[in-house]
C-alpha cells in the first residue's frame, strides 16, 4: 500500500535546530511538499523537493533523497510561532497523500 | 494576498441529510481540490477538478460525494446522505497548475458536525 511516516511528535527548544523527517511508499512519485498546520488553521505550503538535494527558504529547508524514499524539514532559528503541526505529503501516480503529521513543541 | 474562502465555516447536520459544502477558490486558479480532517489526524486527499471534470480521486470519494463549479467563482462538495463518520474539518486548496511544485491554496475550511 501507499504510506507515509513521519513521526508523531518533536520537541525542541526555542532557538535550536529541529529535523522532521519522512519516508514514504507510494505508486509513483511526482514530489515531496511540506505543509504548516497551526491548531484550527489551514494547512499553508512551506516547500517542495523534486529532485534530490536541499531547497532552502529562509529558516526552512527541505531534503529529498529519491533513492532512499527519504526527505526531511529543517527548521532553524526555531521561535514559538513554529509550534504547529508539519506534514510531509507526497503526489502519487493519482492522488496527493499526506502523512499524519508531526506535532512541533517549542520549550522556552 | 488573494485567499481561498469557505462557507460556512461550521455546519452542524442530522444525519442522512444532504449538505453543501461553498468554497470560492483564488480567481487565476485552475485546479481545485477538497480534503477532510478528521479530528486530530492527517489530511486526506477526496478530489481534484479541473475543466469542469474530476481529475483525481480517492476511495473515500464514492458516490455519496459530488463536486461542481457551478458557475466561474464557486466550487462545492456535496454529501448526499451524511453519516456519523462523515463529521470532520473539510478543506478546500487551489492551485494555478496542477504540479508537485506548485503550492495548493487552503481555505480555512469548514467543519462539519453529523448528529
Known amino acids: 500500500g501507499q504510506s507515509l511516516e513521519q513521526p508523531s511528535e518533536v520537541t525542541a527548544v526555542e532557538g535550536a535546530i529541529v529535523q522532521i523527517n519522512c519516508t514514504y511508499q507510494?505508486?509513483?512519485?511526482?514530489?515531496l511538499s511540506w505543509y504548516q498546520q497551526h491548531d484550527g488553521g489551514a494547512p499553508t505550503f512551506l516547500s517542495y523537493?523534486?529532485?534530490?538535494g536541499l531547497e532552502e527558504t529562509g529558516r526552512f529547508s527541505s531534503f529529498l533523497s529519491r533513492s532512499d524514499s527519504y526527505g526531511y524539514l529543517l527548521l532553524q532559528e526555531l521561535q514559538m510561532k513554529d509550534s504547529a503541526s508539519y506534514f510531509c505529503?507526497?503526489?502519487?501516480?493519482?492522488?496527493?497523500?499526506f502523512g499524519k503529521g508531526t506535532r512541533l513543541h517549542i520549550l522556552p | 494576498e488573494p485567499e481561498v474562502t469557505q462557507t460556512p465555516s461550521h455546519q452542524v447536520t442530522q444525519m442522512g441529510q444532504e449538505v453543501i459544502l461553498r468554497c470560492v477558490p483564488i480567481?487565476?486558479?485552475?485546479?481545485f481540490y477538497w480534503y477532510r480532517q478528521i479530528l486530530g489526524q492527517k489530511v486526506e486527499f477526496l478530489v481534484s477538478?479541473?475543466?469542469?471534470?474530476?481529475?483525481?480521486k480517492s476511495e473515500i470519494f464514492d458516490d455519496q460525494f459530488s463536486v461542481e463549479r457551478p458557475d466561474g467563482s464557486n466550487f462545492t462538495l456535496k454529501i448526499r446522505s451524511t453519516k456519523l463518520e462523515d463529521s470532520a474539518m473539510y478543506f478546500c486548496?487551489?492551485?494555478?497548475?496542477?504540479?508537485?511544485?506548485?503550492?495548493?491554496?487552503f481555505g480555512d475550511g469548514t467543519r462539519l458536525s453529523i448528529l
Open positions: 486548496a487551489s492551485s494555478g497548475f496542477d504540479q508537485s511544485n506548485q503550492p495548493q491554496h
Open positions: 507510494t505508486s509513483g512519485f511526482y514530489g
Open positions: 523537493n523534486g529532485l534530490d
Open positions: 505529503a507526497v503526489r502519487g501516480d493519482d492522488k496527493i497523500i
Open positions: 480567481s487565476n486558479h485552475l485546479y
Open positions: 477538478f479541473y475543466n469542469n471534470e474530476i481529475s483525481e
